[in-house]
């Protein structure tokens, strides 16, 4: 079992510098490992998918499972092994069969489950590495496994069960580390790396290292990892080298003797720290365990090993996350007490100290989700479940998230926040919007609280909502009362709440929520009220909603006050208000009750108030008067006159004079008040009347400059003779000689006019004559259809005495011998028309 009480375990293990969201979480390995571990201290490790297998510096090898607990195999029921530390231990692709070798000079190779093909062997010296064919569990491949000292040596087990040794290479100095993949073999010395071609029994190349400046190479330990069948990791020192194996072009093999494959290193770069262990992650990425290079300050002594998560590129690398951790005992470590073996498929990597062992593995779902909500990521949380589900739901998340932004008094993100989460959720949306009751920021969320019918909260939420509004933002309450449904809340309730908060600061705002609730609480009279307090001029919109037009006579003039335009054209609707109420209330304004009838007079063509329009016009504009004057014939005429002489208006009383017959006094006006001639000689021809021409004519003999007009304008309608008689001998008369010859040239055309005129009438009336004459002489036609317009039958008659036919002009026939007096008979009896 993990041993999750421990002080020191979990998340003590894991000391993220900066809160950065961590690829790994850590358990610390407990049950059975915890007693191994109070007694003896670890030396190395080999991990399978299906066990752990610790060696001890006693020289003792433990099979655990992965929580720790001990695992019964023949390796467990035996005594030590070895009687010095175990420096390496390897396990076949099966976890059949483990191979362990010490400083005590032995390899042993033991089975799990059968001693058949145990193997042991003393080289009288310690040995470093060893490794089993990862296919030693099979039968017939020859159980072969590799050991290290100064040369790297084959081993396999022969026909008559014996072993057969195969040098593969000689070494420069002790092999500290083998890594078996496939056909390839990676191996470690002195000098640098070597890859070696099992198949085809060569070397592939030596990957030299760096020396370090003030230490030894061979004083750490290289760290050998196969990412896949081509793929090798390297960590050594304080580098880190990423190798691939490729084939070569088939003619370079060909032509110049050269293995089949060649090694490529495709990226190495430098770390800050100690490599004391490689594995791989996911594509270009990789889990390094380091051992920091600096000291503690204080103490002097060593700091705590990192396990970081890399992304590397050609020479340089991307730090992920990086993660200190507390391994018991590490002040007193040096970097090769420490080891890092993995479990590819589980994405397990196992962190090993002389007295402690931790197993970092990939953050799931749920893991990722927790650390987020722990750091405050809450968005970052939300993503992660949308995208890839787990035990957390996302509005358990929303909800936590909620909190948290309230806490951070982020009030406006909240709100979006729930509509985000909560979208149409009547029983969430009424359980959290208390949460901003508590903080009087109802107005944050206003805006995304639903209200459509499929998700209409409580009335009680809506009327929270808006009382909050009325107290602190009236201005925003006045906004709400307009955008929302007044069947989201009760309006009485809101009514009371505005009565018992009313204020005169925001009297009009007040005003205006309240005519808006009257009107939904559908008391009309009380909403008109208001907005008429208001002089707000959607009392228009009210009324012809609402159709109100039978309760607003007597507010007739305070809407006209309002807005005359909107208010004029509302009480000209057809049968909405009664004409003569709508005069009646305007009486008493002058000004508005000629608005008022001037704008009917326009849809109205009765007339009806015309004898009203006749004062009204003189009064507020007089412009109009004469046209109107002219355009109706309603009004008392001798009452307008009245009017316009009192007003002095000259041009409307000639007008009205004109209409009275009294035309001289007219034309007296026209020459003595308005001095217009022209208009004269236009009223003289209006009415074509020889008094007033005599009149005229006499007003303008001893005014010269009138006369030469009168000479311009009277051809055509009076003899000229009439007004050069007048002409005073010796008078000075300017442009009459212009005037004469104008005048007589407009007589003589005049003349021709005429003559020409009865020269067409006698040519059309000759036309005509003979015309007509042709027609009457013409037959008729007489059809069987007809009858006598005497006896009613029929027209033609078969018998055997003739019987004649008159037919009038007029079309009217008759039998000859049904009228009164055949030879007398001059007109139709029907119609009096003549015979034809």
């Known amino acids: 079992?993990?041993?999750?009480?421990?002080?020191?375990?979990?998340?003590?293990?894991?000391?993220?510098?900066?809160?950065?969201?961590?690829?790994?979480?850590?358990?610390?390995?407990?049950n059975d490992l915890k007693n191994i571990l109070s007694e003896e201290a670890v030396s190395c490790i080999a991990v399978h998918s299906r066990f752990l297998c610790l060696g001890t510096?006693?020289?003792?090898?433990?099979?655990?499972?992965?929580?720790?607990?001990?695992?019964?195999?023949?390796?467990?029921?035996?005594?030590?092994?070895?009687i010095l530390s175990v420096n390496k231990i390897s396990v076949d692709s099966k976890g059949e069969h483990i191979a362990t070798c010490s400083d005590d000079g032995m390899i042993i190779i033991s089975g799990l489950y059968s001693d058949e093909n145990n193997q042991k062997l003393n080289?009288?010296?310690?040995?470093?590495?060893v490794e089993l064919d990862p296919m030693h569990h099979k039968s017939g491949s020859g159980r072969k496994f590799l050991i290290g000292d100064s040369k790297l040596v084959l081993y396999e087990k022969t026909f008559l069960k014996g072993l057969k040794s195969t040098v593969l290479s000689e070494s420069e100095g002790i092999i500290s580390a083998i890594r078996w993949n496939g056909q390839f073999i990676a191996w470690a010395s002195a000098l640098g790396v070597h890859v070696y071609d099992l198949n085809e029994r060569c070397s592939l190349g030596l990957i030299k290292w760096e020396e370090p400046k003030e230490a030894k190479l061979t004083d750490f330990r290289c760290n050998l990892n196969w990412s896949n069948s081509t793929t090798l990791l390297i960590g050594w020192v304080d580098t880190i080298r990423i190798c691939v194996i490729r084939k070569r072009n088939p003619v370079e093999v060909s032509t110049r003797n050269l293995p089949e494959y060649i090694v490529d290193p495709m990226s190495t770069f430098q770390t800050d720290f100690y490599v004391c262990g490689i594995a791989p992650l996911e594509t270009h990425q990789l889990v390094v365990l380091g051992y920091a290079k600096e000291r503690d300050l204080e103490t002097n002594k060593a700091l705590r090993p990192i396990?970081?998560?890399?992304?590397y590129k050609a020479s340089d690398y991307i730090e992920i996350c990086t993660d200190s951790l507390s391994m018991r005992g590490y002040q007193e470590y040096?970097?090769?007490?420490?080891?890092?073996?993995?479990?590819?498929?589980?994405s397990q990597y196992f962190i090993v100290s002389p007295k402690d062992v931790v197993v970092a593995s990939l953050y799931e779902t749920d893991d990722r989700v927790q650390w987020l909500i722990e750091h405050g990521k809450f968005e970052q949380a939300m993503e992660v479940?949308?995208?890839?589900?787990?035990?957390?739901?996302?509005?358990?998340?929303?909800?936590?998230?909620?909190?948290?932004?309230?806490?951070?008094?982020?009030?406006d993100e909240a709100a979006r926040l729930c509509q985000r989460a909560f979208k149409n959720d009547k029983q969430l949306w009424e359980e959290e919007v208390y949460k901003f009751v508590k903080v009087k920021?109802?107005?944050?969320?206003?805006?995304?609280?639903?209200?459509?019918?499929?998700c209409k909260l409580n009335p009680h939420v809506y009327e929270m909502v808006l009382y909050e509004y009325l107290q602190l933002d009236p201005d925003g309450f006045l906004r709400l009362i307009k955008e929302w449904q007044p069947g989201l809340y009760n309006t009485k309730a809101v009514i009371n709440a505005i009565n018992d908060h009313f204020n005169k600061k925001d009297a009009s705002i007040l005003l205006e929520a309240l005519a808006i609730l009257y009107s939904h609480d559908k008391e009309y009279d009380k909403a008109l009220t208001m907005y008429l307090k208001l002089q707000h001029k959607d009392v228009f919109e009210l009324i012809r909603s609402h159709n109100l037009y039978s309760v607003i006579k007597d507010t007739i003039v305070q809407l006209i006050e309002l807005d005359s335009e909107k208010a004029i054209s509302m009480l000209l609707e057809k049968d909405k208000i009664p004409v003569d109420d709508v005069v009646k209330e305007l009486e008493c304004r002058e000004d508005y009750l000629y608005r008022y009838l001037d704008a009917y007079d326009k849809v109205d063509s009765s007339g009806k108030f015309h004898w009203k329009l006749v004062r009204l016009y003189a009064t507020y504009e007089p412009s109009k008067l004469l046209s109107f004057l002219k355009r109706s014939n309603n009004y008392p005429i001798q009452e307008a006159f009245d009017i316009c002489k009192q007003l002095l208006f000259y041009p409307e009383m000639v007008y009205l004079l004109g209409r009275m017959g009294n035309t001289r006094e007219a034309l007296s006006i026209i020459i003595h008040k308005l001095i217009d001639i022209q208009m004269a000689i236009d009223f003289c021809k209006e009415h074509d009347d020889m008094d007033l021409w005599n009149d005229l004519i006499n007003e303008s003999v001893d005014k010269p400059y009138i006369m030469t007009k009168l000479l311009d304008g009277i051809a055509g309608f009076i003899n000229p003779e009439l007004l050069v008689n007048k002409i005073i001998k010796g008078q000075d008369i300017p442009g009459l000689k212009n005037s004469l010859i104008k005048m007589l040239c407009g007589f003589s055309l005049q003349v021709s006019i005429q003559d020409g005129c009865n020269q067409i009438l006698v040519s059309d009336y000759f036309d005509m004559h003979e015309r007509l004459s042709k027609v009457q002489q013409r037959a008729l036609t007489v059809s069987v259809e007809k009858t006598c317009g005497l006896c009613r039958r029929d027209i033609i008659v078969k018998d055997h005495l003739r019987t004649d036919v008159v037919v009038f002009n007029c079309r009217h026939l008759f039998h000859e011998n049904c009228l009164p007096d055949k030879y007398s008979v001059e007109y139709c009896t029907v119609c009096k028309s003549r015979k034809t």
Not at 123 to 129: E, P, S, T, Y
Not at 307 to 311: H, P
Not at 334 to 346: G, I, P, R, V
């Open 1 to 30: 079992m993990m041993d999750a009480n421990d002080p020191e375990s979990t998340d003590s293990c894991s000391l993220t510098e900066e809160e950065v969201e961590p690829k790994l979480k850590y358990v610390r390995l407990s």
């Open 57 to 82: 510096h006693w020289g003792r090898i433990h099979m655990l499972d992965h929580q720790g607990n001990r695992v019964e195999t023949l390796i467990n029921l035996k005594q030590n092994p070895h």
């Open 123 to 129: 080289v009288g010296k310690g040995i470093k590495a």
């Open 307 to 311: 396990l970081c998560v890399l992304q």
């Open 334 to 346: 040096k970097s090769d007490d420490y080891h890092l073996e993995c479990l590819k498929e589980e």
């Open 385 to 411: 479940i949308l995208k890839s589900g787990g035990k957390y739901s996302l509005i358990t998340v929303a909800r936590l998230y909620l909190d948290h932004l309230l806490n951070l008094q982020q009030y």
């Open 441 to 454: 920021q109802l107005r944050s969320v206003s805006e995304y609280i639903p209200r459509s019918a499929d």
